[in-house]
């Protein structure tokens, strides 16, 4: 399989997760965008039920196996990142040479940064999606990798498949009420819509609407 074709397949991946994620909040959020500049911006009010929707799950109980399962995740990724980045050079020869891919040393980089930053963002539950979206990408990649070298070994693709299938979970359902994105993010819905409720009334005026003030000229003044 060539480079290309294993790029567009990761792409395709990518894709179809990020699809799934839209569809796993049960709704597509419509986005009105205002026809004129000093229209007000009407985004968070229309995003802000899906948000919370995806963050906010109901049930305690979910919330906390979602923590659990963030805290497990996250927690045993660690320190795969810390051995990429320990030693990238001996990671790209030994792995992603295997893969034929371009600039290996970039991609050992890529690959450490994105499982040790991930999974801080997975464990605090901060930009959830982006850290299990980053963890997907590296363990979908390293899926590949023991597949094209060990075929379908079940030995080798357990460790593999567990840490893919949580992260996707966690990408899928949010992170819960337990996380910073939980409390943060619909905050901050909540203060722009606030802001946009709080227009001044002559924003909604277009600069051709603008009429003449008549002012009134006494002739018989002196100069």
Same mark, same amino acid.
């Given at each position: 399989?060539?480079?290309?074709?294993?790029?567009?397949?990761?792409?395709?991946?990518?894709?179809?997760?990020?699809?799934?994620?839209?569809?796993?909040?049960?709704?597509?959020?419509?986005?009105?965008?205002?026809?004129?500049?000093?229209?007000?911006?009407?985004?968070?009010?229309?995003?802000?039920?899906?948000?919370?929707?995806?963050?906010?799950?109901?049930?305690?109980?979910?919330?906390?196996?979602?923590?659990?399962?963030?805290?497990?995740?996250?927690?045993?990724?660690?320190?795969?990142?810390?051995?990429?980045?320990?030693?990238?050079?001996?990671?790209?020869?030994?792995? *992603?040479?295997? #893969?034929?891919?371009?600039?290996? =040393?970039? %991609?050992?980089?890529?690959?450490? @940064? $994105?499982?040790?930053? +991930?999974?801080?963002?997975?464990?605090?539950?901060?930009?959830?999606?982006?850290?299990?979206?980053?963890?997907?990408?590296?363990?979908?990649?390293?899926?590949?990798?023991?597949?094209?070298?060990?075929?379908?070994?079940?030995?080798?693709?357990?460790?593999? *498949?567990?840490? #893919?299938?949580?992260?996707?979970? =966690?990408? %899928?359902?949010?992170?819960?009420? @337990? $996380?910073?994105?939980? +409390?943060?993010?619909?905050?901050?819905?909540?203060?722009?819509?606030?802001?946009?409720?709080?227009?001044?009334?002559?924003?909604?005026?277009?600069?051709?609407?603008?009429?003449?003030?008549?002012?009134?000229?006494?002739?018989?003044?002196?100069?």
């Amino acid at each position: 399989m060539s480079t290309y074709t294993l790029l567009e397949l990761f792409g395709g991946f990518m894709a179809a997760c990020v699809a799934l994620w839209f569809i796993s909040m049960n709704r597509f959020v419509a986005i009105d965008i205002p026809a004129s500049r000093s229209a007000p911006l009407a985004w968070p009010a229309a995003v802000a039920p899906a948000v919370r929707a995806y963050l906010q799950r109901p049930g305690l109980l979910a919330s906390v196996g979602l923590l659990l399962l963030r805290l497990s995740i996250g927690g045993l990724m660690i320190h795969h990142g810390q051995e990429k980045l320990a030693d990238p050079q001996q990671f790209a020869n030994t792995y *992603v040479a295997s #893969l034929h891919l371009p600039f290996p =040393l970039f %991609f050992a980089y890529a690959a450490g @940064f $994105s499982e040790l930053i +991930g999974s801080w963002l997975v464990i605090l539950g901060l930009l959830t999606p982006v850290g299990a979206l980053a963890l997907s990408g590296t363990m979908t990649v390293a899926a590949y990798q023991h597949i094209s070298t060990a075929g379908f070994n079940i030995y080798v693709l357990e460790l593999v *498949v567990l840490y #893919l299938g949580g992260s996707l979970a =966690l990408l %899928f359902n949010g992170p819960g009420r @337990f $996380s910073f994105d939980a +409390g943060i993010v619909p905050a901050v819905l909540d203060d722009l819509s606030a802001t946009n409720d709080l227009e001044p009334a002559f924003s909604s005026l277009d600069a051709g609407e603008l009429r003449a003030i008549p002012v009134t000229v006494n002739s018989n003044a002196r100069g």
